[in-house]
């Protein structure tokens, strides 16, 4: 072998090299892309690589092969990729544009008659020629020429037209679809025009590009770049295109910000808040960018800003740094939500609020008296307790209040259900009893008088359950140590306990019906005397009835409190029942709570021109 024919085997060797490797190099790619996309859009460009495989690996057989007939078969046979490449590129474009409705089966057997055709063309030795064929026989190490018949430019103008069009196609679609994708298409484009210029200048027969189609080795940096997107960049993933969609509709305010907090992307949303343009908005710093005269507060609330009209505007800042594949930190991703309506909306509802809990607490205020009198000889204390966090209004009432300069009064009681109205309710009986109550009068008496006045002013679906009773402490000429005398009547309510001088403790009281439900109730007087020491303990179901799972307080426990806390003053016995309560329930408990204690100490009402005991009326 001589120089010259040495010199054209290198060439050849190197050609067939390059040929070869491109082949492997898009069979790999072609691998890896049906390893990692099992969708129709993946199969399709695996499809496409496996071809220019294909084209390359036959090409570089045709290059490399010794015998003249083997170099002519490995030429035809590499148009098998050939004419397989630009149907599989077109099917790709149409799937990855959303444009997949239209891969149908009939278009896909469209797209194959002309590959089919051109094959069977090649294959039948009449026509073989029509497409291809070598000028004279070539030598071992010579580079063949091939002259083309007009099948092959019926083929290369089939091939051209998907080639192009699909291409168009795809980057068109990227430069509408997303603004920061059009770089990238600019270099997809360039690279499918690559493998296309080269096989458009062979097949032109310009220059040396005659004598060696590089068509499949260049359309490795084409393939390669489509996986690097596919995979690396999601370029061919419509996710990044739907998010930057999202994104450039979105009534928030985005700024993507670099390592050195300048602006390098803003939305729609963003360039109208700010009141620049995007071009001035872009490479600036945040901190030039904002005006410190429009900020009114930046808090836990958000960024409060003034706006033009003299009102305020607020926004929810999110921050959400960006990393990159080394998880170091890249830029930073602020969005500024307007929450305007939704504060002045919570504030609205906390006005709301405030002043329903200031109405309530009015309300409540009326059910109770601000002091309790003192009645001579006795303690009196009480503990009123509304349901939950007290915002809601209840029908629990107590009161103690002056007959004659003998004779206290007191009551407690419940109106059924929660609200305005029972609150009217209540305050309805608790008035009308004290209008009506007379020292002459008995308890039992004056709570049928209470009962017709609730009948005629009182929904039928209201009631009242209560105590009432009478306080009569020993005059001055009673014995030392007298009893307390008292007369009680129950309206539909629990008994009384009473603390007995030897620890144990009894219910008093004889049940009647509550008021409000029936024109001629059944009530009864009861009549009862304290020693001194002894404690009665009147109540609310909201004590006995509080909660813990399925146990309930019971009289048995306050019995047991009662006790349990027998040389307490009233006061510090009714604190310790409502601290055991709460420890039972809760902190806030399920139902109104209203309680009245009065421990007889055995001292007498001592008569004469000054007296020796004050009222303090309640307001």
């Known amino acids: 072998m001589d120089e010259p024919e040495r010199g054209r085997f290198r060439v050849l060797t190197l050609l067939a090299t390059l040929m070869a490797g491109a082949g492997l190099v898009l069979a790999a790619l072609a691998a890896y892309v049906a390893w990692r996309r099992g969708t129709a859009m993946g199969w399709s460009l695996a499809v496409m690589l496996v071809a220019v495989a294909w084209w390359g690996t036959a090409y570089a057989v045709e290059l490399s092969a010794d015998s003249w007939a083997v170099r002519s078969r490995w030429g035809d046979l590499k148009y098998v990729g ?112 690559l493998p296309w210029a080269a096989n458009i200048l062979h097949n032109l027969e310009v220059g040396w590009f005659t004598l060696i189609d590089l068509t499949p080795f260049a359309f490795t940096v084409t393939g390669g770049l489509l996986v690097w997107g596919l995979f690396e960049e999601r370029l061919v993933d419509l996710a990044p295109l739907a998010r930057s969609a999202v994104v450039e509709s979105m009534a928030d305010a985005v700024f993507v910000l670099d390592a050195f907090e300048r602006v390098v992307d803003v939305n729609p949303a963003a360039v109208a808040l700010s009141g620049r343009t995007r071009g001035q908005l872009i490479g600036r710093r945040v901190s030039d960018l904002m005006d410190t005269s429009e900020i009114v507060e930046v808090g836990p609330s958000g960024l409060v800003l003034a706006d033009g009209a003299g009102g305020q505007r607020t926004f ?195 049940l009647g019906t509550a008021l409000a439900l029936f024109d001629d109730p059944e009530l009864h007087d009861a009549e009862i005397e304290l020693a001194p020491g002894e404690v009665l303990c009147v109540f609310t179901d909201g004590l006995v009835e509080a909660r813990r799972g399925r146990d309930q307080f019971g009289s048995e426990r306050v019995a047991e409190l009662l006790h349990t806390y027998r040389d307490l003053s009233a006061d510090a016995m009714a604190g310790a029942v409502l601290d055991a309560v709460r420890a039972f329930h809760g902190e806030e408990l399920g139902d109104d709570l209203a309680m009245l204690l009065v421990r007889y100490d055995g001292a007498r009402d001592v008569r004469g021109g000054d007296r020796a005991y004050r009222l303090l009326e309640t307001s």
């Open 82 to 193: 050939i004419v397989t490449l630009a149907p599989a590129w077109l099917v790709f474009v149409l799937q990855y544009t959303g444009r997949g409705r239209l891969v149908t089966r009939r278009l896909v057997a469209l797209l194959a008659i002309p590959p089919a055709a051109a094959l069977a063309v090649l294959a039948v030795p009449a026509t073989h020629d029509l497409v291809r064929s070598y000028s004279g026989t070539p030598g071992a190490h010579e580079l063949p020429h091939v002259e083309t018949g007009p099948v092959f430019w019926a083929i290369f103008a089939y091939n051209n037209l998907l080639l192009v069009g699909a291409t168009v196609l795809f980057v068109a679609s990227m430069v509408r679809l997303a603004r920061t994708y059009r770089r990238m298409s600019v270099v997809l484009l360039c690279s499918a025009l």
């Open 316 to 510: 929810d800042v999110s921050q959400q740094p960006l990393t990159d594949i080394a998880g170091r930190t890249a830029g930073e991703l602020v969005v500024l939500r307007e929450v305007t309506d939704r504060v002045r909306d919570q504030q609205h509802l906390q006005q709301v609020l405030d002043d329903r809990s200031r109405v309530a607490a009015t309300l409540q205020a009326s059910m109770v008296p601000t002091r309790l009198p003192v009645v001579p000889g006795c303690e009196v204390a009480s503990r009123y307790v509304p349901a939950g966090d007290g915002g809601e209004i209840g029908g629990d009432f107590l009161d103690v209040f002056p007959l004659d300069e003998g004779t206290w009064a007191f009551v407690l009681g419940d109106v059924s259900g929660k609200g305005a109205e029972a609150a009217a309710v209540s305050a309805a009986t608790r008035y009308t009893l004290r209008a009506l109550a007379g020292p002459f009068l008995s308890p039992a008496s004056t709570l049928r008088e209470v009962n017709a006045v609730l009948q005629a002013q009182t929904e039928s679906e209201r009631h009242c359950t209560l105590v009432h009773g009478h306080l009569r402490p020993p005059h001055e000429h009673d014995a030392p140590g007298a009893p307390l005398r008292m007369v009680i009547s129950l309206a539909g309510h629990h008994w009384p306990l009473v603390l007995r001088a030897d620890g144990e403790v009894e219910e008093v009281g004889t």
